[in-house]
């Protein structure tokens, strides 16, 4: 934990020859992932023997799949060009776009790299392996437990109505 309250990486990983620091866990990681993984369709659950043709008439909606490897990779902090050292930091301050910008191409570069390079066992045991460290189940948690508070209507001060 003080590992990601201290912003320090968690490890690293090799991708095409580009070594990149794993950034520690993070909501904003997960809401970034969370908002990627909206966007793909819905596939039902299909008999063993037409998985090829399932995977075959979808792949094309899964292209994004190299982004939020990249992003569980790389953190949202450092996508949101927020920057890692002290002066893109300052300059974010200032409104200069070019540390976002930067954080974006990396993104985009990361992305591509994974799904040219990496195979897809590899790419399933990274996803699932980051989003074990990105503390899910401790997320739910505070999401579940918010959103039954959030159905509690109070009427008066002081009362509650469920």
Sequence with gaps: MAAAILEKSVGSIEIDGDV???????????VL???????FPVVENVP???AVY???????YFKPLGEVAAVLIIGAKGLMGG????????LGVFGYKGCAARAAARK??????????????????LV??????????????IT???SEANMLKPTRVGEVVT
């Design 20 to 30: 990149y620091e794993v950034a520690p866990p993070s909501i904003a990681t997960l």
């Design 33 to 39: 992932v969370s908002e990627l993984v909206s966007k």
């Design 48 to 50: 063993r023997d037409k």
């Design 54 to 60: 399932s995977v075959l008439h979808n792949a094309k």
């Design 83 to 90: 920057g890692s050292r002290w002066w893109e930091r300052l």
């Design 108 to 125: 985009e570069a990361l992305a591509l790299a994974i799904l040219e390079n990496v195979r897809p066992t590899v790419l399933f045991d």
């Design 128 to 141: 699932v392996r980051r989003l074990e460290d990105m503390e899910v189940g401790s997320f739910f948690a």
């Design 144 to 146: 579940t437990s918010l």
